[in-house]
């Protein structure tokens, strides 16, 4: 298919394509293997300038949106979902700032997020505000000046590795999800540590950790947008972001995609190469539907979202939901047809398969984006059309 990309876009394409063959490629399975961040590929994309695509230009970037986000994060996705989840969750931390931060934040801090030399994470997630997210428990309490933090953030994407940090915590309990607001938090701050280092299913060349608050003080000038803003700090973040999730899906579709078909071609099983047989053949069509449709919907989800359009709840729900949905989807068919060998650590399918499933998780799980979709439905008004 053709998607008309514009001569920037398709060298966008081409720079994330060209990092993922050279610098992700050779070292993912070890990556996979170690649980190790991939510090080295996030340099190669510092200098590549990937870490600026989506920052206006006024701030050191490149000035693009989440469009070119996008195209990005399918290359990168398509060799390994976990070097894409460190990228993508640095945009999801940069969001906060972008989209509500003061001229004096922007100024601080996107210059060097736009040049990758200070990685983000976004802190919203605990213990007991999963998909609930107004069940945050961690506090900001208003002291002279600034506000004193505690609490615990859980299952941080970049945490410990980044050195910003976007942490939505409680101004005011009693007032539900309208108490919740939004801060930077730098590492290094008094009573700012990092606690356990997760061990996950996949996505392993990413890190997951926690964040430790304890008597954390902050400047008001931490403080993003107003108090009481941060629910619809992060809500307005997720929506921002999802799409980008959904990019993830169709890279990781297609990766496993071309591996399946490759090995199709080659296999020989009762004297023919077994893409020869319709059982396979109507698996890898559905493959190439499926990839195709959700390919299409993120690429025209991604670019109603650069319209400027001010509800893109709903679509970038739907985009998120299904696109990932097909992630797994065709992954676990690529395993399927790969059969014994797909099974293996030899062959990179069970690694996919393995790291698509938390597209379906985080970020809100496609449950949750279905029930916020279904509110859309009920209040049109509110959620979009
Ligand atoms: N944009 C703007 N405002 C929004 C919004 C959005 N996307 N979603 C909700 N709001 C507003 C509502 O309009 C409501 O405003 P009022 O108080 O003026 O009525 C307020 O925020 C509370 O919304 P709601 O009542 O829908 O909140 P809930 O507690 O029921 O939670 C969901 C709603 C489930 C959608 C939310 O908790 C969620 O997104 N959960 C998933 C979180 C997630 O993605 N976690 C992954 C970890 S982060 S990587």
């Known amino acids: 298919m053709d998607y008309f990309l514009d001569e920037e876009q398709q060298m966008i394409v081409d720079l994330a394509q060209q990092i993922a ?3 992700i490629l050779p070292v993912r399975a070890e990556l996979d293997e170690k649980e190790e961040f991939p510090t080295e590929v996030i340099k190669a994309m510092a200098q590549a300038d990937m870490f600026g695509l989506f920052v206006p230009e006024e701030y050191g970037g490149l000035g693009k949106g989440s469009f070119e986000l996008c195209l990005a994060i399918e290359e990168l996705s398509k060799k390994c979902l976990g070097i894409s989840t460190s990228y993508a969750a640095n945009a999801l ?3 906060p700032i972008l989209l509500f931060g003061t001229k004096e934040q922007k100024e601080t801090y996107l210059p060097d997020i736009a040049a990758g030399k200070r990685l983000v994470a976004f802190g919203l997630t605990e213990a ?32 410990g590795e980044a050195e910003i940090y976007t942490i939505i915590a409680m101004t005011d309990r009693s007032r539900g999800p309208r108490g919740a607001s939004a801060f930077i938090v730098e590492k290094g701050a008094d009573g700012f540590t990092f606690g356990k280092k997760e061990k996950k299913m996949g996505i392993r060349a990413s890190t997951t950790c926690e964040l430790v608050f304890n008597d954390c003080r902050v400047t008001k000038e931490s403080l993003i947008s107003k108090e009481g803003m941060g629910f619809i700090v992060a809500m307005k973040t997720l929506d921002q972001a999802r799409v980008g999730v959904g990019a993830q899906g169709v890279g990781v579709a297609q990766g496993a995609f071309e591996e399946a078909l490759e090995f199709s071609r080659n296999r020989v099983q009762f004297g023919k190469s077994i893409i020869n047989f319709q059982a396979i053949q109507h698996m890898l069509s559905d493959m190439a539907i499926q990839i195709e449709a959700a390919r299409s919907l993120v690429y025209s989800v991604a670019r109603f979202v650069d319209s400027g359009a001010k509800d893109i709840t709903r679509p970038s729900a739907i985009a998120k939901t299904f696109a990932t949905d097909i992630g797994m989807k065709v992954t676990t068919d690529a395993v399927q047809i790969m059969g014994g060998s797909g099974y293996m650590r030899e062959y990179p399918v069970e690694k996919m398969m393995r790291d698509a499933k938390i597209l379906q998780i985080y970020e809100g799980t496609n449950q949750i984006q279905r029930n916020v979709i279904g509110q859309s439905l009920i209040r049109p008004s509110v959620k979009g059309k």
Request: hydrophobic share 30%; net charge negative.
């Open 128 to 159: 007991n505000a999963g998909s609930d997210a107004a069940g945050v428990q961690t506090t900001a309490v208003k002291d002279g000046d600034g506000y004193i933090l505690n609490g615990t953030k859980q299952w941080i994407t970049n945490g």
């Open 93 to 95: 931390g940069t969001f």
């Open 21 to 23: 063959v050279e610098k």
